[in-house]
C-alpha cells in the first residue's frame, strides 16, 4: 500500500486525444500505470496506442471499465468543467494538471468536489508517483525515482524534481510523491498529505517543499507539532523574493506581512522540522533522522 | 493584472455605484477642462501602480480650473517608484461626514470570495487590520448562490445606523460584488466608501485587481493593461510568455518552473551573490523562448553574469541548449554564461552544446557557486 495511489489504481485520462495528454499518458503507460480509459468528447469509440479505448463521457469510461482515478489534461477554460465531470462520476481521486484554470472557476467547483467526498488533487500541479507499484498520475519524470520509504509533498514541480533527484541519487527512495499545486485554491493541501504520510505504513519520513504565499506551511507546522509522529524536513522557496509580486506561482505573493519565508520557517522550527536551507540539504537532514 | 484607479472607477460606475464625477487627463489642458466642469476646488491624483502616491507628491489640491492646469503640469511626466505618470484622475475635493472600507478578496482558505468591511476606512487598512482586526468584519460568500440580500445587508449595518444610509450601502455592496465576478477580479476594493454632509453614500477611491487567468478569454478586460505602467523588460517578458521579475543584483537567473526558479534564486543569495531576477521559462521550451530570456537579461547593463538552471520534464533540455546556441548566434552575449542542465533528453542537450564549445553541469549547486564567483570577478 501507499498513499493516494498503489497497485490497484485504474487511471483514467481526461484530454487524452490532446497534446499534452496523449505525450503524458504514452509516459505513463510507459513507467507502467494501468492506463485503462481515456476520455475525449467526440472521439468516443477510438482507441489510444491500440490499447487504451477512448470514450466520449467520463460517466461512460468508468462504467465501461471501472477506472478509480481520473487525470485532466484539459485546456484551462474547461478544465474545472472535468473535475465536476469527474466528481460527478463517482471517481474517488481526481488529479488536475492544467495550469491557468481562472480561480472564480475553483471557487465554484470545491463546493461540489466537497459534497460528493471526492480528494481533488491539484490544479496546476505535477500529480503524483509511487515508484514502489510503479503508478504515475501526472508528470513527475519516473526515471529520477527510486522505490523506498520518504513521502514528498511539495507545492511546486521542477523543485521537486531537483529534491527528488538528490534523494535518489543518495540511496534514498520515496514511498509516494505528491505535486499540490501552486494556485490560491487547490484541492488537497500540506495537513492532507501529512495525514495520508502519517497512516502510511509504507512511508518512514516526510520532506515537505513549500513557497512564500498563503499560510498552508504555517498550518501543516502546527499539525506536525500535534499529529504527525514521523520525522519531517522542510523547504521554503522565496526566500528572497520581493513583496507583493507574483513569482509565476499565482499562489506565490507575499501581501503585508502574510506569506513570508521567515514566518514560515519559524513554524517549521518551532514544530521541529528540520531546516532545509537548500534543494541538496534533504539528504543530510533525513540521514541524521531516519 | 492591477487596473489604474480611473479603469476601476469606470467598472464600479458601470456596475451602478454612486461615485463622485470626475475624469481622466492625459495632458494640463485636460486636466484643466475637466475642473472647469467639476467646479470648485479638485483633486489631482497620478495614475501609476504604486502605494504612497501623497507622500511622492502625486496627489494634489486645486483651488480652480488654472491651478489644475499647473498641478496636472507638475504630476504629469513625474516619476514615482520608477514608474512614470502619463495620466492624471482630476475628480471634486468633496466634503466628507464619515469614510469606511470595504473591500472583497477572492481568499484562499475559505477558498471563496471574502467580504472586508470596516467602519475604520480611509486611513491605512492593513495597519487596522494589524493592530485592531476587530475592527473590520470578515463574510465569505458562497459563488454557488451569490451574495445574499441578508448578508449584504448585515455588513451594511457595521458601518451605518440611519436605515436610508443602510439600504444605499446593502446595494453597493451587491453592485461590489457582481463587479467582482463579472471582471474576474481577485480584489475589489472601496477605500473610503464616505458619506457626504447631506447624507449620501458614494465610493471615492477604488481599487481592482483581475486574476491573470481570466484574460485568455476576457480580452475586453485585456485591453485595460497599460504596458506603460510596467517595467519595460517585465512588460517585453509576459509578451514573450515569460514569467519575469526584474531585481537589483547582478546574477542573471533563467530556470524552468517558478520553485526551481524561487529556490535558484535562494541559492545564489546563499553562496554570497545577488540575483538579477526571477525568470520562468515555463514548461513547455521552445527554442524562442530561450533566445527571448537571454535577450531580456542581457538588457539588463547590472548584469554580469548569467545561470541557466534547467530541470527537464516536460521541458526539454535539448530545445533549451538549442536555444542558447541561437541565441549567441543572433547576439553577442559580452557577460559569461554557466549552464546547469539535466532531465529530459540530456545527452542531445550536451551533445548540441559541445558542438559550439559550451559546457554543461548537471549539479545545481556546483553551478551558482561558480555563477556567483564569476559575477563577482567581472563586478
Redesign the interface.
Given at each position: 500500500m501507499s498513499a493516494f495511489v498503489d497497485r490497484n489504481t485504474r487511471l483514467l485520462v481526461q484530454g487524452i486525444t490532446g497534446r499534452e495528454g496523449s505525450f503524458h499518458s504514452r509516459q505513463m503507460l510507459e513507467y507502467g500505470t494501468a492506463v485503462v480509459a481515456g476520455v475525449t468528447p467526440g472521439k468516443g469509440g477510438q482507441t489510444f496506442e491500440g490499447t487504451v479505448p477512448v470514450f466520449n463521457t467520463v460517466d461512460e469510461a468508468v462504467r465501461a471499465t471501472g477506472a478509480n482515478v481520473s487525470v485532466i489534461y484539459v485546456p484551462p477554460m474547461a478544465a474545472a468543467a472535468a473535475i465536476v465531470e469527474a466528481a460527478d462520476a463517482g471517481l474517488p481521486l481526481v488529479v488536475c494538471i492544467t495550469e491557468g484554470i481562472p480561480v472564480m472557476h475553483m471557487s465554484r467547483t470545491m463546493p461540489f468536489v466537497r459534497s460528493r467526498g471526492v480528494r481533488l488533487i491539484g490544479p496546476n500541479c505535477p500529480g503524483l508517483i509511487a515508484p514502489g507499484p510503479r503508478a504515475k498520475v501526472g508528470i513527475i519524470p519516473g526515471n529520477i525515482c527510486s522505490p523506498g520509504r520518504v513521502g514528498v509533498v511539495s507545492r511546486s514541480g521542477t523543485l521537486t524534481y531537483e529534491v527528488v533527484n538528490h534523494l535518489t541519487r543518495a540511496g534514498i527512495g520515496q514511498s509516494t510523491c505528491v505535486g499540490i499545486g501552486g494556485d490560491p485554491i487547490i484541492g488537497t493541501n500540506f495537513i492532507d498529505c501529512l495525514r495520508a504520510f502519517q497512516d502510511d505504513a509504507d512511508t518512514a519520513a516526510i520532506v515537505m517543499i513549500g513557497e512564500i504565499g498563503g499560510t498552508d506551511e504555517q498550518h501543516a507546522a502546527a499539525f506536525v507539532k500535534e499529529q504527525i509522529t514521523k520525522p519531517v524536513v522542510g523547504f521554503i522557496a522565496g526566500q528572497t523574493a520581493p513583496k507583493g509580486r507574483r513569482m509565476g506561482h499565482a499562489g506565490a505573493i507575499i501581501s503585508g506581512s502574510s506569506g513570508t519565508a521567515e514566518e514560515k520557517l519559524a513554524a517549521f522550527e518551532v514544530a521541529g522540522i528540520g531546516i532545509m536551507r537548500r534543494p541538496a540539504d534533504v539528504v543530510g537532514l533525513l540521514r541524521s533522522r531516519m | 493584472m492591477n487596473l489604474h484607479e480611473y479603469q476601476a472607477r469606470a467598472l464600479l460606475k458601470a456596475a451602478g455605484i454612486p461615485m463622485f464625477e470626475g475624469d481622466v487627463a492625459s495632458t494640463p489642458t485636460e486636466a484643466e477642462a475637466i475642473a472647469r466642469r467639476i467646479g470648485g476646488t479638485v483633486v489631482i491624483k497620478a495614475q501609476v501602480h504604486a502605494g504612497g502616491r501623497g507622500k511622492a507628491g502625486g496627489v494634489k489640491l486645486a483651488r480652480n480650473p488654472a491651478e489644475a492646469m499647473d498641478e496636472a503640469a507638475q504630476i504629469l511626466g513625474m516619476t514615482i517608484k520608477g514608474l512614470t505618470v502619463h495620466k492624471v484622475l482630476v475628480v471634486p475635493a468633496a466634503e466628507i461626514a464619515t469614510e469606511s472600507y470595504v473591500g472583497l478578496i477572492?481568499d484562499?482558505?475559505a477558498?471563496?470570495?471574502v467580504f472586508m468591511v470596516s467602519a475604520a476606512g480611509g486611513v491605512d487598512i492593513?495597519e487596522v487590520?494589524?493592530r485592531t482586526p476587530e475592527k473590520i468584519v470578515r463574510l465569505p460568500v458562497?459563488?454557488?448562490y451569490g451574495l445574499f440580500p441578508h448578508h449584504a445587508l448585515r455588513l451594511a449595518f457595521v458601518l451605518y445606523r440611519d436605515f436610508t444610509q443602510v439600504k444605499a450601502a446593502a446595494r453597493i455592496m451587491e453592485q461590489l460584488y457582481a463587479a467582482f465576478?463579472n471582471n474576474?477580479a481577485?480584489l475589489a476594493e472601496i477605500n473610503p466608501l464616505v458619506t457626504t454632509p447631506d447624507a449620501r453614500v458614494l465610493a471615492l477611491d477604488a481599487k481592482i485587481v483581475i486574476?491573470?487567468?481570466?484574460l485568455?478569454?476576457r480580452p475586453d478586460l485585456g485591453v485595460l493593461r497599460d504596458d506603460s505602467a510596467e517595467e519595460p523588460s517585465e512588460a517585453a517578458a509576459r509578451r514573450a510568455n515569460l514569467?519575469f521579475?526584474k531585481?537589483d543584483g547582478n546574477v542573471g537567473c533563467v530556470?524552468?518552473?517558478?520553485?526551481?526558479?524561487?529556490?535558484t534564486?535562494?541559492?545564489?543569495?546563499?553562496y554570497g551573490g545577488e540575483?538579477a531576477n526571477?525568470l520562468?521559462i515555463g514548461?513547455s521550451s521552445s527554442p524562442e523562448k530561450v533566445i527571448n530570456a537571454l535577450k531580456i537579461i542581457t538588457a539588463d547593463p547590472h548584469v554580469k553574469a548569467i545561470l541557466f538552471n534547467i530541470?527537464?520534464?516536460?521541458?526539454r533540455t535539448d530545445d533549451v541548449a538549442n536555444g542558447i546556441v541561437a541565441a549567441t548566434r543572433q547576439f553577442k552575449v559580452d557577460v559569461p554564461i554557466v549552464i546547469r542542465l539535466?532531465?529530459?533528453n540530456e545527452v542531445e542537450a550536451l551533445r548540441i552544446l559541445e558542438g559550439v564549445g559550451m559546457r554543461a553541469l548537471s549539479d545545481?549547486?556546483q553551478a551558482v557557486e561558480q555563477v556567483v564567483q564569476l559575477a563577482r570577478n567581472a563586478a
Amino acid at each position: 500500500m501507499s498513499a493516494f495511489v498503489d497497485r490497484n489504481t485504474r487511471l483514467l485520462v481526461q484530454g487524452i486525444t490532446g497534446r499534452e495528454g496523449s505525450f503524458h499518458s504514452r509516459q505513463m503507460l510507459e513507467y507502467g500505470t494501468a492506463v485503462v480509459a481515456g476520455v475525449t468528447p467526440g472521439k468516443g469509440g477510438q482507441t489510444f496506442e491500440g490499447t487504451v479505448p477512448v470514450f466520449n463521457t467520463v460517466d461512460e469510461a468508468v462504467r465501461a471499465t471501472g477506472a478509480n482515478v481520473s487525470v485532466i489534461y484539459v485546456p484551462p477554460m474547461a478544465a474545472a468543467a472535468a473535475i465536476v465531470e469527474a466528481a460527478d462520476a463517482g471517481l474517488p481521486l481526481v488529479v488536475c494538471i492544467t495550469e491557468g484554470i481562472p480561480v472564480m472557476h475553483m471557487s465554484r467547483t470545491m463546493p461540489f468536489v466537497r459534497s460528493r467526498g471526492v480528494r481533488l488533487i491539484g490544479p496546476n500541479c505535477p500529480g503524483l508517483i509511487a515508484p514502489g507499484p510503479r503508478a504515475k498520475v501526472g508528470i513527475i519524470p519516473g526515471n529520477i525515482c527510486s522505490p523506498g520509504r520518504v513521502g514528498v509533498v511539495s507545492r511546486s514541480g521542477t523543485l521537486t524534481y531537483e529534491v527528488v533527484n538528490h534523494l535518489t541519487r543518495a540511496g534514498i527512495g520515496q514511498s509516494t510523491c505528491v505535486g499540490i499545486g501552486g494556485d490560491p485554491i487547490i484541492g488537497t493541501n500540506f495537513i492532507d498529505c501529512l495525514r495520508a504520510f502519517q497512516d502510511d505504513a509504507d512511508t518512514a519520513a516526510i520532506v515537505m517543499i513549500g513557497e512564500i504565499g498563503g499560510t498552508d506551511e504555517q498550518h501543516a507546522a502546527a499539525f506536525v507539532k500535534e499529529q504527525i509522529t514521523k520525522p519531517v524536513v522542510g523547504f521554503i522557496a522565496g526566500q528572497t523574493a520581493p513583496k507583493g509580486r507574483r513569482m509565476g506561482h499565482a499562489g506565490a505573493i507575499i501581501s503585508g506581512s502574510s506569506g513570508t519565508a521567515e514566518e514560515k520557517l519559524a513554524a517549521f522550527e518551532v514544530a521541529g522540522i528540520g531546516i532545509m536551507r537548500r534543494p541538496a540539504d534533504v539528504v543530510g537532514l533525513l540521514r541524521s533522522r531516519m | 493584472m492591477n487596473l489604474h484607479e480611473y479603469q476601476a472607477r469606470a467598472l464600479l460606475k458601470a456596475a451602478g455605484i454612486p461615485m463622485f464625477e470626475g475624469d481622466v487627463a492625459s495632458t494640463p489642458t485636460e486636466a484643466e477642462a475637466i475642473a472647469r466642469r467639476i467646479g470648485g476646488t479638485v483633486v489631482i491624483k497620478a495614475q501609476v501602480h504604486a502605494g504612497g502616491r501623497g507622500k511622492a507628491g502625486g496627489v494634489k489640491l486645486a483651488r480652480n480650473p488654472a491651478e489644475a492646469m499647473d498641478e496636472a503640469a507638475q504630476i504629469l511626466g513625474m516619476t514615482i517608484k520608477g514608474l512614470t505618470v502619463h495620466k492624471v484622475l482630476v475628480v471634486p475635493a468633496a466634503e466628507i461626514a464619515t469614510e469606511s472600507y470595504v473591500g472583497l478578496i477572492m481568499d484562499r482558505e475559505a477558498q471563496c470570495p471574502v467580504f472586508m468591511v470596516s467602519a475604520a476606512g480611509g486611513v491605512d487598512i492593513e495597519e487596522v487590520a494589524a493592530r485592531t482586526p476587530e475592527k473590520i468584519v470578515r463574510l465569505p460568500v458562497d459563488p454557488t448562490y451569490g451574495l445574499f440580500p441578508h448578508h449584504a445587508l448585515r455588513l451594511a449595518f457595521v458601518l451605518y445606523r440611519d436605515f436610508t444610509q443602510v439600504k444605499a450601502a446593502a446595494r453597493i455592496m451587491e453592485q461590489l460584488y457582481a463587479a467582482f465576478v463579472n471582471n474576474g477580479a481577485s480584489l475589489a476594493e472601496i477605500n473610503p466608501l464616505v458619506t457626504t454632509p447631506d447624507a449620501r453614500v458614494l465610493a471615492l477611491d477604488a481599487k481592482i485587481v483581475i486574476d491573470d487567468n481570466e484574460l485568455f478569454w476576457r480580452p475586453d478586460l485585456g485591453v485595460l493593461r497599460d504596458d506603460s505602467a510596467e517595467e519595460p523588460s517585465e512588460a517585453a517578458a509576459r509578451r514573450a510568455n515569460l514569467s519575469f521579475i526584474k531585481l537589483d543584483g547582478n546574477v542573471g537567473c533563467v530556470v524552468n518552473g517558478a520553485g526551481l526558479a524561487m529556490a535558484t534564486m535562494d541559492l545564489v543569495k546563499y553562496y554570497g551573490g545577488e540575483p538579477a531576477n526571477f525568470l520562468d521559462i515555463g514548461g513547455s521550451s521552445s527554442p524562442e523562448k530561450v533566445i527571448n530570456a537571454l535577450k531580456i537579461i542581457t538588457a539588463d547593463p547590472h548584469v554580469k553574469a548569467i545561470l541557466f538552471n534547467i530541470f527537464g520534464g516536460i521541458t526539454r533540455t535539448d530545445d533549451v541548449a538549442n536555444g542558447i546556441v541561437a541565441a549567441t548566434r543572433q547576439f553577442k552575449v559580452d557577460v559569461p554564461i554557466v549552464i546547469r542542465l539535466t532531465g529530459t533528453n540530456e545527452v542531445e542537450a550536451l551533445r548540441i552544446l559541445e558542438g559550439v564549445g559550451m559546457r554543461a553541469l548537471s549539479d545545481m549547486d556546483q553551478a551558482v557557486e561558480q555563477v556567483v564567483q564569476l559575477a563577482r570577478n567581472a563586478a
